[in-house]
């Protein structure tokens, strides 16, 4: 039992030594491969993970408690801390719920829909990039992580470009986007995909045919259909596991369903499948990319829904408008009131189905809000994965199912 | 007189409530006239008790009692095909019926619909587990426990997720208070000096934003340095701040911005 009143290491059920051969590992909190604070309790025979034990919190902010004590609004900064790695794809998948709550989802106007979408594919580029950067620096590759950090960057400007920050966007609001593309932001987005193409042909050279890569990823962490399906694995890992399925082509948001783009799919179900796929993926945003590019010259310039009942007029008019500025007023002292009900809305964020489950009361604050995450089940489902694999393959079955701590734990 | 705040909700409330204001309802319809659930909805109430049904937002929502949980979901999975159990959580009902609204979300892959089950349970009461259906329960639930007190009966590892083991408290009902309670500000204490060192340590300063001006042990003001913890009520002695690069150190030179330059691109 464990004496709360002094600072002791304390294992539960876990005896570190034992009659038997077998040893107990702790991996984390502290690992540079768990990619952020995961704390893996392995038990080994001999290098044979037995039993894989993951435990989570350490990053645990208590968002949902937050988001349940903001106002819509104010709530958006704080999902950028849930995947701090593509951060619109979490703006976009709360305001979306919201907008549907409220009933406005058809009311956003053509040209915030085109940037939104250009936002979330770039984010997924980016989000795709540092996970091969990071999982090949885990499983030995250094240059790669250069390179891709390198290619990340310009992906980054892009988005200090049209937001002002690099990691904690924002750019994404309920009814709209607040800002239209700066100038020559097209062309930068062009010449960056250009360069994107040649960039994952030499990710490919470098990897895919790499003997050591794909000794150390090739039948390396197996997830079948059964197991996926049975712990909510979603994105790539459900791709992987030869289930197609996106929620982009399935369940369509934003316009998603107007743009031509291939679902990759494979059926190794290995590691080196999900390598492959997300290549794959990346190639496949670019794709998206170069046709929103004449979809957004060929659009309107109005940027906000207008709906006066939950989103502010524009700049011009409260300023100028006295009603306008009323609501304004309103809005952000009070906050605004959804109907009644209960909304959920998938999104195919880049680590799998991102979705915000709210519970409005027609209060200015959520009832109940509640984020399902890719990555907590991802994480969850190391409890089957590890077992029988090797501790050396332990880090590239972490690194390869791209988890993010902030979304865990949130 | 002081005005009441109830101990069971202690959640932020709007300051401001429009008296003849009548909330508008998310549209909902009933899953019998819907295409895509017709056949559902007939199955599921031919072999089990449905309290309520209706289509919200894409969603086919069900309330079915709680003893039936098991068996619905299980109905769900093997009978009309929703593969994918992708969210399980609670909202928290005490303070107005006493109970614990669970929803289960499910997902048919084959035919791109979504369902959402719910049944709602006593405070002290307890629930079946999905786990031996779908594995991704055994995170859901336990983080369910975790964040309502939740009791889960044939859970295979009852036990907190996100929250430290002897936390006491469950962090999302509408009674836990907002800013940390008096258990949260002594947690660290007393886990590393011992409950007797309460008075000598005092409790943890949990704001973090938190800055005294006159607390000289944990601040030291640049321009006015005083030794550790002393008393500056009546006011502090200026010290001069030296930099380096005035002093004439080899090698190290003071940033001239005319000699600067901005770089437009990289």
Known sequence: MQQTNRLKPFFENINFERDDNHMVVNFGPQHPSAHGQMRLILELDGEKVVKAHPDIGYLHRGMEKMGENMIYNEFIPTTDRMDYIAASANNYAFCIAVERLIGIEDKIPRRAQVIRTMLLELNRIISHLFWLATHAL?????????YCFREREHALDLMEDYCGSRLTHSAIRIGGVPLDLPAGWIEDLQKFLDK??????????????????????EHVGVIDEELALSWGCTGPALRGAGVKYDIRKEEPYEIYDELEFDIPVTDTKDSYGRYILHLAEMRQSKRILEQLIPKYYESDTQLMAHAPQYISAPKEQIMTQNYALMQHFVLVTQGMRPPVGEVYVPTESPKGELGFYINSKGEPYPYKLKVRAPSFYHTGLLQDL????YLADVVTIVGNLNIVFGEIDR | MRKY??????????????????????????PSSDSRFCNDIKLLKENFKVLNEYVELNFLVVTINAKDNFNVVKFFKEELNYRMLTEVSAIDYLAQDGEFEIFYQMLNLKGRKRARIKCRIK????IESVEPLFRSADWSEREMFDMYGVKINNHPYMKRILMPDDWQGHPLRKDYPLEGDEFAQWYEVDKIFGKEARDIIGPEIRDAAMI???????FSRLGHEVPYGAD????????????QEDGGVPLIGKMDPKQSKNIERR
């Open chain 1, 138 to 146: 885990d499983v030995g590759a250094m240059s790669v992580f250069l």
């Open chain 1, 196 to 217: 994107l193409e040649d960039n994952i042909d030499m990710y490919e050279s470098l990897l895919t045919e790499n003997r050591i890569w794909k000794m150390r990823l």
């Open chain 1, 386 to 389: 590890l077992v029988g694999c």
């Open chain 2, 5 to 30: 705040t109830p101990k069971n909700d202690l959640q932020k409330k709007s300051y401001y409530n429009d008296r003849f204001w009548v909330a508008p309802q998310t549209p909902k319809f009933d």
């Open chain 2, 123 to 126: 405070e002290k009461q307890a």
């Open chain 2, 212 to 218: 005294d001006r006159y607390d000289t042990k944990r």
């Open chain 2, 232 to 243: 500056i009520t009546s006011g502090e002695p200026d010290t001069p701040i030296q930099y």
